[in-house]
């Protein structure tokens, strides 16, 4: 069974600090990462993809990925209360390139 | 803008009856899925196509049926078989390249049993 984990939170973090997300996978084949961030009672939004090992910087988050340690984890830097949302992680399938394997998401609550 | 439409925001089913959830794509994508997310659940794909006239089952297809007669338009209906219909409905599209594509979705069907 190919799995992906999240801690479920919720986790606080107070305005201006940097939260971090972290996703775990279990499928070694996988090529691809997604960080999926979604609002209460809406779709998710794409707020990020990382391919390569490493880090990957686009403004206030930094997604960073280890395949020899199978995790990939999200930095949101100077954390805001609009930043409040359940973020999801998302790994293709390496079996199945068109199928990603989503974790049940992270809450997060930026406090004022 | 380019983006993808879902309609009806809101649907109500009546007992054995099927009805039919609308997705319609302008980014010009090869693939569309189409999930349903239930509450402290995950995402879990019921139906995804890769191109027109061709459609393969997710984790979850019994009840569901979907066609891909056009690029763009991808319905799902949800049979009276389906006997726990109530979810939120999320359709999502793809470029298909090499690397597995980021999928960007529409702003979700909420149904509901009558």
């Known amino acids: 069974q190919k799995e992906v984990e999240q801690n479920s939170g919720p986790l606080s973090v107070p305005e201006g600090a940097i939260a971090s997300l972290n996703c775990t996978y279990s499928?070694?084949?996988?090529?691809?990462f997604f960080w999926y961030r979604q609002y209460s009672g809406k779709s998710p939004e794409l707020i990020m993809f990382i391919y390569s090992n490493g880090d990957k910087e686009d403004g206030r988050f930094t997604a960073q990925l280890n395949k020899a340690s199978q995790y990939v984890s999200l930095l949101i830097r100077d954390s805001q209360p609009s930043d409040s949302a359940t973020y999801l992680c998302?790994?293709?399938?390496?079996?199945?390139?068109?199928?990603?394997?989503w974790g049940l998401g992270t809450s997060l609550a930026v406090n004022p | 803008d380019g983006g993808i439409t879902q309609s009806p925001k809101y649907l109500f089913r009546k007992e054995g009856q099927n009805v039919t959830l609308s997705c319609e794509q302008n980014?010009?994508?090869?693939?569309m899925y189409w999930y349903r997310q239930d509450p402290g659940q995950g995402l879990r794909l019921i139906y995804y196509?890769?191109?027109?006239?061709?459609?393969q089952k997710g984790d979850i297809a019994e009840g569901y049926s979907v066609s891909r007669e056009k690029k763009e338009s991808f319905p799902l209906t949800v049979t009276s078989a389906q006997k726990n219909p109530t979810a939120f409905y999320l359709c999502?599209?793809?470029?298909?390249?090499?690397?597995?594509?980021?999928?960007?979705f529409g702003d979700g069907t909420r149904l509901s049993i009558l």
């Open positions: 196509s890769q191109i027109v006239n061709d459609f």
């Open positions: 499928d070694r084949g996988s090529q691809s």
């Open positions: 999502a599209s793809s470029a298909s390249t090499g690397l597995a594509q980021p999928q960007h």
């Open positions: 980014l010009n994508h090869d693939a």
């Open positions: 998302a790994v293709n399938n390496a079996g199945n390139n068109r199928k990603l394997i």
